[in-house]
């Protein structure tokens, strides 16, 4: 992908995932640039004529009713933005603050925001020229959308604040100054159009889906290990059974499941040496294929969102300019915490196939999958790890947008807490990751145990097993490593794509 050119329309998840993290140049369309020009004039006629317009000559939140001259109607802009950057805790990552730039100049493109282009630019000069503001993950409602993440964006477009420039943290002038951007005053209006809506709430959900899809493959690569390494029955998997209950997850694990496997000497059939699989194995389909629909619905939300205008008022036309709630989070944060939900599931299974690989009541491999048990622990602490991780999950999954708490006087008296909900979502979505590379480790090892049989694997999972092995060895002895060293490594196998690449090189994996 050479560069990503903003309409306001037709924005794609990955395109955010490559402006976010891969650095990808973005341009604004033409014809967008114009409807941005044509929104302002509205504005300025506003301020002009001295109508009394919301956050444009008015003050904001329940201050609405007090009256803001035109004289003064710049001041109100840089005030918003002052006090408004009230974040705390650890600041959001390079990427999430980059997808929350991408995300809010294309929400102002549509031209319905009464903001100037110059001003626009301005972000989309930073966002390509390496200004990433320093942002607290923490203090968003989620309604009315992400004030105080978002205005802590706008500070360093002052020369306030602070921002990250080449990896180091400055002053947000100096970030500005050293990327050759130049700061702004900001007029009628501006303030409120950038800092009033969703944009960090869907950028961190966003990342966090691309994150889930990613996670859903490699839950089938890692199921697909297990399943070859306790030679379990593949008869579950055919495409007979799930077709008479045809959920499309279902469905497309199934096959996933199969291409993983196909060609594999490990797999057996109904009472070839057992009469049926344990749920973790058996129930592959129906339990990672809730999670793909469930996913496959929050990333239809999220396309909707990033492409969406949700900031207030809405500039529709001289005569029309509309206070609504678009602003109001609660349209993302449902199916954000359903992403957690969905994303805790897949951390859940796999942590009981990590227990029933290292457990040698439940499999015929040697107690936590060493040669030598009791001189050496091998895998035993992985799985409580996992555990821990898997637990961790089960509170993090609790919904936040079943929360309220009334804000500004009451006059905004239901939020979202969407930009909760999205955090977890996050965190729950790289737990789970973390203990799906502890089943991939886990699986391979205990396959190679039975290396001498001869037996040979599936042409998916040989690929997967190929990628594990150039990273990490067999552990002959504890002494030999130091397993959070061999964790680390295949983790970041999952985190840069390197397995998931290397087993659709070979076979196509479904995920709806």
Do not use: W
């Amino acid at each position: 992908m050479e560069k990503v050119i903003l309409n306001g329309k037709d924005l794609t998840l990955e395109e955010v995932v490559a402006v976010a993290r891969e650095g990808v140049k973005v341009e604004i369309a033409p014809e967008q640039e114009e409807a941005v020009k044509a929104s302002r004039a509205i504005v300025d006629g506003i301020v002009e004529e001295e109508r009394v317009v919301y956050g444009v000559t008015t003050g904001f939140g329940s201050l609405c009713k007090v009256s803001i001259s035109k004289e003064d109607s710049s001041q109100l802009q840089e005030n918003l933005i002052r006090t408004h950057s009230s974040g705390f805790g650890e600041p959001l990552k390079e990427d999430e603050v980059r997808a929350i730039m991408l995300i809010r100049i294309n929400s102002l493109v549509k031209g319905v925001s009464g903001i100037r282009l110059e001003t626009v630019h301005t972000i989309l000069d930073m966002l390509n020229n390496g200004v990433v503001p320093h942002i607290p993950e923490k203090g968003s409602l989620g309604a009315s959308g992400d004030l105080a993440p978002l205005a802590h964006m706008v500070l360093p477009m002052l020369g306030l604040g602070k921002a990250y420039f080449k990896g180091e943290l400055m002053s947000g002038k100096e970030a500005m100054e050293k990327a050759g951007v130049e700061v702004i005053a900001l007029q009628a209006k501006e303030g409120l159009a950038l800092i009033n809506g969703t944009t960090v709430l869907t950028a961190i959900g966003a990342l966090a889906t691309h994150d889930a899809i990613q996670l859903l493959k490699l839950s089938d690569i890692a199921g697909a290990l297990s399943l070859e390494a306790h030679r379990g029955i593949i008869d579950a998997f055919y495409e007979k059974l799930h077709t008479i209950r045809p959920h499309n997850g279902c469905l497309a694990t199934a096959k996933n499941m199969r291409a993983l496997t196909e060609g594999s000497t490990y797999l057996t059939h109904t009472a070839d040496i057992r009469v049926q699989d344990p749920y973790t194995l058996r129930c592959i389909p129906q339990i990672h294929g809730a999670s793909k629909d469930t996913i496959a619905y929050v990333k239809e939300k999220v396309e909707i969102e990033i492409n969406a205008a949700t900031d207030n008022p809405i500039i529709i036309s001289d005569t029309e300019v509309i206070s609504g709630g678009n602003f109001h989070g609660e349209p993302m944060a449902q199916p954000f915490d359903f992403l957690g939900i969905g994303a805790s599931e897949i951390g859940n299974v796999s942590e009981r196939r990590v227990e029933r690989l290292v457990n040698a009541q439940l499999s015929d491999f040697p107690s936590f999958l060493v040669k030598y048990p009791g001189l050496n622990s091998g895998f035993m602490i992985t799985q409580y790890a996992a555990a821990a991780l898997a637990s961790e999950n089960k509170v993090l999954a609790h919904p936040a947008s079943v929360d309220s708490i009334p804000s500004c006087e009451n006059q905004e008296d239901f939020v979202s807490m969407g930009t909760i909900a999205a955090r977890k979502a996050r965190d729950i979505v790289a737990n789970s990751r973390r203990i799906v590379a502890t089943e991939i480790m886990a699986a391979v090892q205990a396959i190679d145990f039975r290396k001498e049989e001869g037996f040979k694997l599936g042409v998916g999972t040989q690929a997967a097993y190929d990628v594990v092995r150039k990273t990490v060895n067999f552990i002959e002895n504890d002494k030999d490593i130091e397993i959070y060293d061999e964790l680390e490594k295949i983790t970041e196998a999952l985190v840069n794509e390197s397995i998931v690449k290397a087993v659709e090189e070979k076979v196509t994996l479904d995920i709806k």
